[in-house]
């Protein structure tokens, strides 16, 4: 039976793309670009400090990666533009079924767990008005190790008080529904671009195309 659903954040519930207007405003035709660069340095970032147990969070990260996309694209930068932009990531955007779904999940226990900082999960919550929605929001910096990393995917079975076998884990990032199998959860993957399954060794449990269609999917189960 599950009992409760968390959820990973970026891509998942907020689209990270939705950064795009507001590069456009800095460098119109580079957004794109931008954004694409910006959300690899993220996560190759969030990776090569876990494995050189070189920690810093994920908020500088997300700066850093920002810094990295600009000068890749040879495009000039000051530290006032470098804020603006990335502060985007207080008001990522939803993507359009996520409350329509949240409202089936609902009246299980629903969290958050994410890479992201506390500070960074908060506000964009708040921001998107879904604070009703999750009972925990749950940041990796709390071990000082990013995804997937088995101590991160830990905190949310631990924050929750529940069995592994009784969590629903959802991600759009295979590599972290992965992570989140080995560690024994159930878990659902949001395929919106029809891509083939990582090869890690595990399969998800449930494959969709959507979040609502995984909603619909695990309703009764």
Request: aromatic share 14%.
């Amino acid at each position: 039976m599950i009992r409760a659903v968390v959820f990973d954040a970026y891509n998942t519930l907020y689209n990270v793309n939705s950064v795009i207007p507001k590069c456009e405003e800095f460098y119109p035709g580079w957004g794109t670009q931008i954004s694409l660069i910006w959300r690899t340095q993220q996560l190759q970032y969030s990776w090569q400090r876990s494995l050189m147990g070189n920690y810093r969070n994920f908020w500088v990260l997300t700066v850093d990666g920002l810094r990295y996309a600009l000068e890749e694209l040879r495009l000039p930068y000051n530290r006032e533009i470098v804020k603006e932009i990335s502060n985007q990531y207080y008001f990522l955007r939803p993507y359009p079924d996520v409350t329509e779904a949240l409202n089936i999940f609902f009246p299980r226990q629903l969290a958050i767990l994410s890479n992201g900082t506390a500070d960074m999960l908060h506000q964009v919550v708040k921001n998107n008005d879904q604070d009703k929605y999750f009972q925990n929001i749950i940041s990796a910096d709390a071990v000082k190790i990013f995804k997937p990393a088995p101590e991160v995917y830990g905190l949310a079975a631990k924050e929750l008080k529940l069995n592994k076998k009784e969590i629903l884990f959802v991600s759009s990032n295979g590599w972290d529904i992965a992570g989140a199998k080995w560690y024994g959860y159930i878990t659902g993957w949001i395929n919106r671009t029809n891509s083939p399954i990582e090869k890690l060794g595990v399969k998800p449990d449930y494959i969709v195309s959507s979040l609502l269609e995984l909603a619909l999917k695990t309703k009764n189960i």
